[in-house]
């Protein structure tokens, strides 16, 4: 191997590691060269170059202060998201949250779409690449795939709201932590207290299992009408836990469980009950 086929071998070794770092989206249109070095300003001729200095990090803790320890970063979500008394209210506080270092690597929030005054919510997992670009959720791949599943029962999102248990884009579409869950459920459940919805969706395991506060698998869950105290609202609300679309387009066998379960919401929609 000759020297320039190392280097090659190397660059290629460093983008492999950018990708499962989860740095797989160009953030700009222009390339940025981070081995042109640019001279510190007011530096005249001779003086040290220096690189371009980084953004300071967001802080994740409160500062301390001599009044005792602060609130976690979760406790902090509870009390942000309990404050908050109307949807635009919370949207402001999500933006305005630095609670999640998720926040950090996503180009945008992604809050909802959809029509919050329709009496059915849809709460999926978290933004991909392309939610994360457009700021809406469920406009990718999976997205399409519910478009057209909802359509067959005569829905569209005018006819219902549509969420995600995180707000953020996990970088490189990984699982978010367990930690991010527990950070952004407070923000969830203050928003289906906000939307009173008459029948809430949760789609795949992950949404199903935070909000219902159970460990058992969607296979199981799915299909099922379950009810979900929610903290703010007197009654508690029906639930229907459905395979996650992102999970069907893997599995196109589970489609006809999927149908079975858009049926059951279409029934419940038509009939008033579940
Ligand atoms: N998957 C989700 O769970 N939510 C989205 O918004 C897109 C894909």
Not at 48 to 73: D, F, H, K, M
Not at 142 to 167: A, K, Q, V, W
Request: contains cysteine.
């Amino acid at each position: 191997m000759d020297v320039s086929q190392d280097i090659r071998a190397e660059l290629l070794a460093l983008l492999r590691l950018q990708i499962e770092y989860g740095a797989d989206e160009g953030l700009s249109d222009a390339p940025l060269d981070r081995f042109v070095r640019v001279p510190a300003s007011g530096a005249g001729p001779g003086s040290v170059e220096t690189l371009p200095s980084r953004p300071a990090p967001i802080s994740v803790q409160p500062p301390a202060s001599p009044a005792g320890p602060q609130p976690g970063p979760v406790q902090r979500a509870r009390q942000i998201a309990a404050g908050c008394a109307d949807r635009d209210a919370l949207r402001a506080a999500l933006a305005g949250f630095d609670g999640c270092a998720l926040a950090t690597t996503a180009m945008n929030l992604v809050f909802s779409d959809g029509n919050p005054d329709a009496g059915l919510m849809l709460v999926g997992e978290g933004p991909g690449a392309e939610e994360d670009r457009a700021g809406l959720p469920f406009v990718g791949p999976s997205g399409l795939l519910l478009d057209r599943m909802l359509g067959s029962i005569g829905l569209d999102r005018e006819n219902l709201l549509i969420t995600n248990l995180i707000p953020w884009r996990p970088p490189g579409n990984r699982n978010p932590t367990d930690s991010e869950v527990a950070v952004c459920l407070p923000f969830l459940l203050r928003h289906i207290a906000l939307v009173r919805p008459a029948r809430l969706v949760l789609l795949g395991g992950m949404a199903a299992q935070a909000v219902l506060g159970s460990k058992t698998g969607i296979t199981r869950l799915r299909g099922r009408w379950t009810e979900v105290a929610i903290e703010g609202l007197a009654d508690p609300v029906p639930v229907l836990p459905m395979l996650h679309p992102a999970y069907l387009l893997r599995t196109p066998g589970a489609k006809r469980d999927m149908w079975r379960d858009l049926i059951a919401l279409r029934r419940s929609l038509n009939q008033n009950v579940n």
